[in-house]
Every structure is written in C-alpha cells, then in structure tokens.
C-alpha cells in the first residue's frame, strides 16, 4: 500500500505538480496521424490536464524535423517544427476556442476577431487594431514542439530543449512494420500502466475457459508459443505461478515471468516498464508493441500504441479494422464500457472466456483497471509477492520525482544524442528456454530473430547484453 500523499504524488500530473512537471520532460503521444483528416487536420487536444489544439501547417513544411528526429534548438526554435503546430486553445484577445480556427499561413486564425497565431504561439496578425500598432508582437499562447513518428505526433511539453529521441525499437521500425493506435480509458493513468507491467495478471484474466476461438492475426495470446503447440493463452492459464524477477535497465525496468513447464523446459516472457509512463512487451513469437498511457487529466487517460513486426510487414488494414470496430469516434472510446458493463455476459463467462467480456483481451485489462474507479486508492491495498514489478514501478517513480525536483537525472531521459543512441530495445520476448542457463537462452533466441528482420540488426543491442 501507498500512503495517502505519495498515492497522490505518483497519480496528479496537472500543471505546475511535481509529476506533471517530470512527465513534461519527455516526449508524449498528442494524437494518431490518422486522425487527422486531410479535410480539417486540426484537433483540440487535452493532456495532463492541459487545453490545446493541434494541427498540421499548410505553409509547406514537411516531414520530420531537421535533426533526425531531435528538435533543434531551444523549446521556442523548436515549436512547430516537423509540419505540426501545438498551441493552446484559447485566444489570448477574449478567450475563444481555437480548434475552430481556420489555418493559413501556417498558423491558425481565430474566427472571432481574425487575430492570427504561429506554430510558436506567436500573434502574428490583429487586423481590428491600428496599422502602426505594436500590440500583437506582445501577445503569445502557450506552444510546444511536435514531431511525427511511426503513425503518431509527439509532443514535448516541458521546459528548455527537448531531449533527443531514444533509439527504441517502435521509434527505428520502418513504418511499414509498424501500426499505431489509441483509446480513452476512463482511469488515471499509472492503473493502465500497473496494468502492463504485471505479469501474474495473463494467467487468469486472459484466460479462455473454452477453447480460444480466434483468428490469430493480430490478436493478443492467440499465437503458438515457438516450440510448445500451445496458444499463449492455454500456456500462461495452466501455469498460473510464474516466478518474477525485476532488474533496474537503462529504460526503467526488465520484468521476467519464468514459468516451468516441465523440469528441462521453461517458459521466458520478458516485458518492460519505459519510463515514465509506457511499457514494451512481446505480441507472439515475431512482433512486439511500445504503449504509452497518457493522462488527458487526472481521471481519464488515452493509451497509445506502436506495434512493430520483425519479420514480416504489417497488415495495417486488417489491424485497424479490428481495432475500430471496438471503439466510437472521434473520441475513440471503447463500446464496451462501464455504461454497459463492459458487455459482461454471464453465459461466455461459463462457457468461453474467464471475464465474460468478450474476445478483444484490450477490454479485459480495461475492466480491470476502470473497475478501480476514477483513481486506485492505493492505501488499503494488499500487495504480494506476485506484484514485485508494480512496487518496483511505485519505488522508481517516487524517487524519480525527488530527483527531478532536485535537477538531477531520471531514468530514460537521454541528455545528449549520445546517450539517446544507447536506449535500445527494449527487449521484449516470449520464448521456451531449457531450465538451465535460461538467461543466455533468451538472448539467443533474441540473437536469432534479429538476425532473421529485415530492420533490426543482427546482434542483441549492446546497452541490452
């Protein structure tokens, strides 16, 4: 259990908060580049309950920035750069909003009164006042640099330069190897980060008490585990007391769920926190996704995900159909909800699945972490053995925020190129192992399909050995 002011330390992330302002420091996910639509490229967004509008400029500007992916310069140079603008959503003149405004010359212009606004916030034109006037070069909106990778817009929303970009898997992934999503869960957001660095939690409520009936593609636990004939979901389900062990990484941290399936054979799923809010694991035997959990405000959260393929090019098409069949738009909520149970239905739950809620496992860690309500109360928890890396992820994030309070450096946060091109991986793999030397197994059979992807390199990354 967590006392009731750290509880609220690790779970308030608004403005000028110590966790707000240590989330701030690193890139977060705004918005899908697919929800952006040719027609009306501009979005109101809300993240850690901050109000902003994003859009795509129509001045020309292309591509990524001009630094591979690091925005040159100070945070001011940086904004708008990458063919995105993120500015805040109100006029600074009487308080209108501008996700209505119209965009031209690369910025937006406010329909009440025609004040226009660059990608930097700057006021660039008040056509109401006097020609001599002066008056617009003093007004400013807040503004943030963005930039686009793998399907979605990045922003940065803290102070001074924004930090390079790691080298992570999801970010060096090909787009074509690559697919992007989101959606609304109605929950802070460190219960749907809890949620994924908890390895005990698969062998029950992903479970199929039938037999699992889906098609594999592009659903979690229906693969074949390499080498067993079993789905993941019948493996994890009948071994259901994995050993966890937690280990500090460069990222954040490396969970490892060891399952003896018999007294030579082991099971070895790895997953990974990537502070301070997104985590890494595997999805079957050749792919993986990164998923961010970002706060819209203290009560609800948007997670984001990048899933890449290291074999074999993704079927985005099919992907996102089964992805926007479970969800409404434009807000991209899901259908299955508190509002209606999260579709509980009492027979599946007797006959086909564990939870009753259908087939889509994303419902199922949903359920569980809204079910906790709009934010855990933490200090009448009893946490045991099993949750290791969820006192871990708590220990971490206390400290990070005491030591980012005091200027000092944070996990993941790279302060040079350099030191972004050593944040690799994570490494992120299901896979059977003998019991012993099960440690130098996995880096083998990691070893082995990197050697097989086209992108990924032929070796196990050094910062990850």
């Given at each position: 259990m967590l006392r009731r002011e750290d509880n609220e330390r690790v779970t308030r992330t608004g403005p000028g908060t110590p966790l707000g302002q240590l989330m701030r420091a690193y890139w977060q996910p705004v918005a899908l580049v697919s929800e952006m639509s040719d027609e009306r490229p501009v979005k109101a967004i809300r993240i850690m309950s901050e109000d902003l509008?994003?859009?795509?400029?129509d001045d020309g500007a292309q591509g990524d920035d001009a630094q591979g992916g690091h925005?040159?310069?100070t945070g001011e140079e940086a904004a708008g750069t990458g063919g995105w603008g993120l500015v805040g959503r109100f006029c600074a003149h009487r308080g209108v909003d501008l996700s209505f405004g119209r965009r031209e010359s690369g910025g937006l212009r406010c329909l009440y009164h025609g004040w226009l606004y660059g990608p930097d916030?700057?006021?660039l034109e008040q056509p109401a006042e006097p020609e001599h006037s002066n008056f617009a070069a003093k007004v400013r909106i807040p503004s943030y640099p963005c930039v686009e990778r793998n399907g979605i817009v990045f922003a940065y929303l803290g102070t001074g330069d924004p930090p390079p970009f790691p080298a992570y898997d999801c970010?060096?992934?090909p787009e074509e190897y690559t697919f992007a999503f989101k959606g609304w869960w109605e929950c802070n957001w460190l219960q749907g980060v809890e949620g994924g660095i908890d390895p005990s939690h698969v062998s029950f409520l992903h479970r199929f008490v039938g037999e699992d009936p889906r098609e594999v593609y592009g659903q979690q636990f229906s693969e074949e585990v390499e080498g067993t004939g079993k789905k993941l979901s019948e493996l994890v389900g009948a071994s259901f007391r994995p050993d966890i062990e937690v280990e500090s990484a460069e990222h954040g941290l490396r969970v490892f769920a060891l399952r003896d399936l018999t007294e030579d054979v082991r099971h070895v799923r790895i997953t990974n926190l990537v502070f301070p809010n997104a985590f890494v694991v595997p999805f079957g035997n050749g792919k993986a996704f990164c998923q961010w959990h970002v706060p819209i405000d203290d009560e609800n959260h948007y997670w984001f995900m990048i899933l890449y393929d290291?074999?074999?090019?993704?079927?985005?098409?099919?992907?996102?159909?089964?992805?926007l069949a479970e969800v409404s738009l434009p807000d991209y909520r899901p259908l299955r909800n508190r509002t209606n149970d999260w579709g509980f239905d009492p027979r599946e739950q007797r006959e086909l699945t564990y939870t009753g809620m259908g087939l889509d496992i994303n419902v199922h860690d949903q359920w569980a972490v809204e079910?906790?309500?709009?934010v855990q109360d933490r200090t009448v928890e009893r946490l045991g053995v099993s949750d290791r890396a969820v006192t871990a992820n708590r220990r971490l994030l206390l400290k990070a925020i005491t030591s980012f309070e005091s200027g000092n450096p944070v996990p993941g946060l790279p302060l040079d190129a350099r030191e972004a091109e050593e944040l690799t991986g994570p490494l992120a793999i299901d896979t059977i192992t003998p019991a012993d030397g099960w440690e130098e197994a996995w880096r083998l059979r990691e070893s082995e399909?990197?050697?097989r992807s086209p992108w990924a390199g032929r070796e196990v990354p050094r910062a990850q050995r």
């Open positions: 509008v994003l859009f795509r400029r925005a040159p310069g916030g700057r006021c970010f060096r992934a290291f074999e074999e090019v993704t079927d985005q098409e099919t992907l996102l159909a089964q992805r079910s906790m309500g709009p399909r990197r050697a």
